[in-house]
């Protein structure tokens, strides 16, 4: 399986652990990742279509050029921004055309609207299948309890994050982790805001944000929380020290992207997972799982 990797700025710069975590992940399983390399942001946080667009549809039509249909992201973010841009960009031929003529001609680009988008979680369950990722697994993460964290942008709006034939897309965080054989704390926050996107805005309610995510799923019984997103856990995991000392508690809930985790089921250790970049340690979690190598 070949994939145009769009690994996003977070995974170079403030979660530098999870692009090697992801590469290393992707060679255990035979997934093809063609980094698109000559490519910006998706514009996120950018209010106006008219700059973000033409951002994406570039990006779009790098991909086509070099063969592919399908661009692979590692971030909800980027994955909810690109699947909106992309959904206006193919249902609206004539807008399509006004992009290319107006921003990509002059590169010699055209973007064709062949293009999809897809979270690293739904090709693991979509593309790789169940019964492949099972057979990768070397050790079954039993005794780990794992609360899952979706955030913003990877279930919603559900009319292009899930549309008609994929609602499974809901709980596939919840799949996976039961997959690899921990067991799921649920929990209410579990498709909310972290808090990132107010940060610089409003600070309290931002920490209030992650010590009620992070307390709730602690409280519950979680060794640790996995996400999908690098921006969920820059906040998660590095403004929680913060957080639990304004809400005047102590939580210490590691949180893990989504690549170490699955890293450590395929037989990682957490050094190539390069778990010891996180601000919350996470040595309790891996103890439970240190010893349960397969055979």
């Not at 299948?129 to 070397?138: T, Y």
Request: hydrophobic residues 40%; proline residues 5%; charged residues 20%.
């Amino acid at each position: 399986m070949s994939y145009a990797f769009y690994p996003g700025c977070v995974s170079r710069g403030g979660c530098p652990e999870l692009y090697p975590a992801t590469v290393k992940v992707a060679e255990k399983m035979s997934l093809e990742l063609r980094e698109l390399t000559d490519v910006g942001c998706t514009g996120a946080g950018v209010l106006s279509r008219d700059v973000s667009d033409p951002i994406n549809a570039r990006t779009f039509a790098k991909a086509e050029q070099q063969g592919l249909s399908t661009i692979m992201t590692i971030c909800s973010t980027c994955q909810g921004v690109m699947t909106q841009a992309n959904a206006r960009l193919t249902r609206d031929v004539a807008y399509r055309e006004q992009i290319n003529t107006n921003y990509l001609a002059d590169d010699g680009l055209a973007y064709q609207g062949t293009v999809t988008v897809k979270h690293l979680l739904w090709v693991l369950m979509e593309d790789y299948g169940l019964d492949k990722l099972k057979a990768q697994v070397v050790r079954q993460l039993g005794g780990l309890k794992v609360a899952p964290f979706y955030g913003c942008y990877l279930r919603r709006p559900s009319d292009l994050m899930a549309p008609q034939g994929f609602a499974g897309r809901k709980t596939y965080l919840e799949d996976l982790i039961g997959l690899l054989g921990a067991e799921v704390v649920d929990f209410g926050g579990k498709s909310k805001c972290c808090g990132f996107p107010i940060l610089t805005a409003n600070e309290d309610n931002s920490l209030r944000m992650v010590s009620d995510h992070t307390g709730e799923a602690k409280a519950k019984g979680a060794d640790c929380m996995v996400t999908p997103c690098p921006l969920c856990h820059l906040n998660l995991d590095g403004n929680q020290p913060n957080a639990a000392k304004k809400a005047k508690q102590s939580i210490g809930l590691p949180i893990l992207h989504l690549p170490q985790l699955l890293g450590l089921a395929l037989g990682f250790d957490e050094r190539e997972m390069e778990i010891q970049r996180h601000i919350v340690p996470a040595e309790f979690a891996l103890r439970k799982i240190k010893v349960k190598m397969l055979t």
